[in-house]
């Protein structure tokens, strides 16, 4: 079994910047998937950006491609978002989820990865 905790959240202005970290724990090794998912109040989980254990791939949604980072550091069992260039519409409730299978079985749904955070608030004022 896998635990995933966030933090890295709390406010932000426009323009600045926040790096968000997951804490892996429990059977680690098994993780194939890790992502990173917005959800904002009455909306779903939105994907943002995933990457293969070990870093050899990575993807963003349009909306955060070129001012998010997803990075691991395996040693250590953590995954980071890096959000630079920050938007008000960027505000929301992000959760880090993982997954056994690879990312081009799971990414894109929510539904599909296994594992999830507990979730940590991202608030842009403009």
């Known amino acids: 079994q896998v635990q995933l905790v966030e933090s890295g959240g709390g406010p932000a202005q426009t323009g600045g910047s926040l790096r968000l970290s997951c804490a892996a724990s429990?059977?680690?090794?098994?993780?194939?998937?890790m992502a990173w998912f917005r959800q904002v109040p009455g909306g779903e989980r939105r994907g943002l950006a995933h990457i293969d254990n070990g870093g050899a791939k990575t993807y963003y949604h349009e909306s955060v491609r070129g001012r998010f980072t997803i990075s691991q550091d395996n040693g250590k069992n953590l995954t980071y978002l890096q959000m630079d260039s920050l938007k008000p519409e960027d505000t929301g409730v992000y959760y880090c989820?993982?997954?056994?299978?690879?990312?081009?079985?799971?990414?894109?749904?929510?539904?599909?990865?296994?594992?999830w955070g507990q979730g940590t608030q991202v608030t842009v004022s403009s």
């Open positions: 989820a993982a997954d056994r299978r690879r990312c081009a079985l799971v990414a894109g749904s929510a539904h599909r990865f296994s594992t």
């Open positions: 429990g059977n680690v090794d098994s993780l194939q998937c």
